[in-house]
């Protein structure tokens, strides 16, 4: 079982940065793929993008491309989302997720942090 804990949520005005990292720990655990979704009030729960642990190949969503970044560090098991010119719309709680294969049927998720963008 590998536990999840994000940090780095807050309030930012419109055009601000955040980074956010998420820290993977626990016992004999594996990991293929890190990333993030995040959870807007009344909508469903979007994929905002991914890294592979071993190649580091990244996806992103869209609406999120040339502004968000994510990155690894595979020796303290913890990912990072940097966050730059946000936007009111990328108000949500960000969750972090690991996959143990490609298959994502084995996915931990952390417990959420807010990140809220005022205009």
């Known amino acids: 079982q590998v536990q999840l804990v994000e940090s780095g949520g807050g309030l930012v005005q419109a055009g601000g940065s955040l980074r956010l990292s998420c820290v993977a720990s626990?016992?004999?655990?594996?990991?293929?793929?890190m990333g993030w979704f995040r959870q807007a009030p009344g909508k469903d729960r979007q994929a905002v993008a991914a890294?592979?642990?071993?190649?580091?190949?990244?996806l992103y969503r869209d609406s999120v491309k040339g502004r968000f970044t994510i990155s690894r560090n595979n020796t303290k098991n913890a990912v990072y989302l940097q966050m730059n010119s946000l936007k009111p719309e990328d108000t949500a709680v960000y969750y972090c997720?690991?996959?143990?294969?490609?298959?994502?049927?084995?996915?931990?998720w952390g417990q959420g942090t807010q990140v809220t963008v005022s205009s």
């Open positions: 626990g016992r004999a655990f594996s990991m293929h793929t």
């Open positions: 890294i592979n642990w071993n190649s580091g190949d990244t």
């Open positions: 997720y690991t996959d143990a294969d490609r298959s994502g049927v084995f996915r931990s």
